[in-house]
């Protein structure tokens, strides 16, 4: 079975300084994804990643794949009050099932 | 406007109700999801439809039923649930994979089960 593990579980962000999230899995995969979710919102997709060293870049954030570690790492630069909310990350593993990650919940402040 | 819009937003109900939550996409997909989201645990999938068929049930309860009469709707029937099923039900849908695009959430329904 398929296990994703993101660190941390919640991040308290500075306004204007760089963090990274970090998305583990247990088991041979090319294909991750990371989306968004505001409170009461639906999940909103970012990212999709579909090779090892896949870069994906879009405003302040950046997200790369590499599959031998099995590691993704979402980037935040200058962090900002928009960028408030809980990242998930989520991988799809060889039968096509998408297994998600705990999430991590973002909290930036001044 | 997500493109998966799911009815109603909030659920309240007791343990001998039945209620159905909907799900409606106007993307053109052929595969339709529905996910539980709890607090602290990660989003768990309970019911795949892909071109109409059901393709896969995680061991959910049979409490919980699924309907897709279809490709552009998505029901979840509900009977005799337990205070531990209250949640955020998520409905996705996304083209069946091969190019493996990402899913497309609706806002969810916020059930509390008393």
């Known amino acids: 079975e398929l296990k994703v593990e993101q660190n941390p579980l919640f991040l308290s962000m500075q306004e204007g300084k760089n963090y990274t999230i970090y998305c583990n899995y247990s088991?041979?995969?090319?294909?991750l994804y990371w989306y968004r979710q505001d409170p009461g919102k639906s999940l909103e997709s970012l990212f999709v990643?579909?090779?090892?060293?896949a870069v994906k870049q879009e405003g302040r954030l950046m997200a790369s794949l590499d599959t031998k570690a099995r590691l993704s790492t979402l980037h935040i630069t200058a962090a900002v009050h928009d960028l408030s909310a809980t990242y998930f990350c989520a991988v799809l593993s060889n039968d096509y099932k998408l297994s998600f990650g705990a999430g991590t919940t973002v909290t930036v402040r001044a | 406007e997500t493109g998966v819009t799911q009815t109603p937003r909030h659920l309240v109900m007791g343990m001998t109700n039945k209620k159905s939550l909907k799900c409606e996409q106007h993307?053109?997909?052929?595969?339709m999801y529905w996910y539980k989201q709890s607090a602290k645990k990660p989003l768990e999938l309970m019911f795949v439809y892909s071109l109409e068929e059901r393709v896969e049930n995680n061991s959910v309860p049979s409490r919980f039923s699924p309907e897709c009469p279809n490709s552009s709707h998505l029901f979840l029937h509900l009977h005799t649930l337990q205070p531990e099923d209250s949640a955020l039900y998520l409905c996705?849908?996304?083209?069946?994979?091969?190019?493996?695009?990402?899913?497309?959430f609706g806002n969810g329904t916020r059930l509390t089960v008393t």
């Open positions: 990643l579909l090779s090892n060293g």
């Open positions: 996705a849908s996304s083209q069946v994979a091969g190019d493996t695009p990402p899913l497309h």
């Open positions: 993307l053109g997909h052929n595969a």
């Open positions: 088991t041979t995969s090319d294909r």
